[in-house]
């Protein structure tokens, strides 16, 4: 069992849709939780950074931590075409390396 | 803020050549500096953990002769593959995580072909 699971798409959905991505991990000494975009060929592009359980809200994406599910989730309001990419989520303990999960693809159509 | 380039963006060199591959973390001071290899429609795979003035910590299966790690100062880390073959053909990125923060930021990657 991989200690990061995402489902990795590809996920279709029409321009100003709500998107919905989730990553479930096994490790509870997690604590510190992430979600990248990645555009083809480029580097990955932090999105949302939040430690421990809660909500954080940035313009269109909201990021939720549920430590005692080991669930968290990244929302995107009114999605544009140019939200398309590949979403990454990630998260480490403190000091530690980032454990990525595999990546979710995602498609807006205009 | 938290800007890290990476140069070259891209490189094309002959088999048994070796390339150096510069990241910088542009606005801020990074103790620790991560380098990653991706393949096409897979996640990063994390190559090797390097901190300031002390040498890389390598994951399992990577070969330290083949690429060496240097990290010279807060704000630079180098990558270097020896004697590169077709296989070495890769997608590199690194990251840099500020002294301050548990996330890393990621430079643009560099696209090596290896011919």
């Known amino acids: 069992q991989k200690e990061v699971e995402q489902d990795p798409g590809p996920l279709s959905v029409p321009e100003g849709a709500i998107v919905s991505l989730n990553c479930t991990y096994s490790?509870?000494?997690?604590?510190?939780f992430m979600w990248y975009r990645q555009y083809s060929r480029k580097g990955p592009e932090l999105l949302m950074y939040?430690?421990?359980?809660g909500n954080k809200e940035d313009g269109r994406f909201t990021a939720q931590v549920d430590k005692s599910s080991k669930y968290i989730s990244l929302f995107i309001r009114d999605s544009q075409p140019s939200d398309s990419a590949t979403y990454l989520c990630?998260?480490?303990?403190?000091?530690?390396?980032?454990?990525f999960g595999q990546g979710t693809e995602l498609s807006v159509k205009p | 803020g938290a800007v890290v380039s990476q140069h070259p963006s891209w490189v094309i060199c002959k088999s048994g050549t070796s390339v150096k591959i510069e990241c910088r973390s542009l606005?801020?001071?990074?103790?620790?500096m991560f380098w990653y290899r991706q393949f096409p429609k897979q996640s990063l795979m994390l190559m090797a953990t390097?901190?300031?003035?002390?040498?890389?910590?390598?994951e399992q299966g990577v070969e330290k002769d083949k690429f060496l790690i240097n990290h010279a100062s807060l704000t630079l880390s180098t990558l270097t593959v020896t004697s590169a073959h077709p296989e070495d053909s890769s997608f590199y990125i690194c990251?840099?995580?500020?002294?301050?923060?548990?996330?890393?930021?990621f430079g643009p990657g560099t696209r090596l072909l290896v011919l």
């Open positions: 990251s840099a995580r500020p002294i301050t923060q548990e996330t890393q930021y």
């Open positions: 490790n509870s000494a997690f604590q510190y």
């Open positions: 939040t430690y421990s359980s």
């Open positions: 990630a998260m480490s303990n403190q000091g530690g390396k980032l454990i």
């Open positions: 606005d801020f001071q990074a103790t620790t």
């Open positions: 390097s901190n300031e003035g002390s040498k890389a910590t390598y």
